[in-house]
């Protein structure tokens, strides 16, 4: 069975640091793009970020200059560095994952991530 799994969300002041994991299982996971999502109750979900199987990537121009995606293939992970958090960054992060050769997309659990003084 494919399996994201996200770790690494919490509660954060305003201003701090966290970095969300997201390690995948069972895909080759080299050729998937991957992306982070969020939502926050009564919101609809929105991406976050992506990286490309060729590392390219991509942000919300909310996250921008703020957050960055990176990846491990080694380790089948994927990263999401989050810098000066806001009280609007708060919801639960997803990882997705999804390549051309399959037409299935695979979501994790998903990961509290709350900035509140």
């Known amino acids: 069975q494919v399996q994201l799994v996200e770790s690494g969300g919490g509660l954060v002041q305003p201003g701090g640091s966290l970095r969300l994991s997201c390690a995948a299982s069972?895909?080759?996971?080299?050729?998937?793009?991957m992306d982070w999502y969020r939502q926050a109750p009564g919101k609809q979900r929105e991406l976050v970020a992506t990286?490309?199987?060729?590392?390219?990537?991509n942000y919300a121009d909310s996250v921008k200059g703020r957050f960055t995606i990176s990846r491990d293939n080694n380790k089948n992970t994927v990263y999401l560095q989050m810098y000066s958090l806001k009280p609007e960054d708060t919801a639960v992060y997803y990882c997705?994952?999804?390549?051309?050769?399959?037409?299935?997309?695979?979501w994790g659990q998903g990961t509290q991530v709350t900035v509140s003084s």
């Open positions: 997705k994952g999804h390549a051309n050769y399959n037409v299935n997309a695979y």
């Open positions: 069972r895909i080759i996971f080299s050729l998937y793009t």
């Open positions: 990286i490309t199987s060729g590392g390219s990537t």
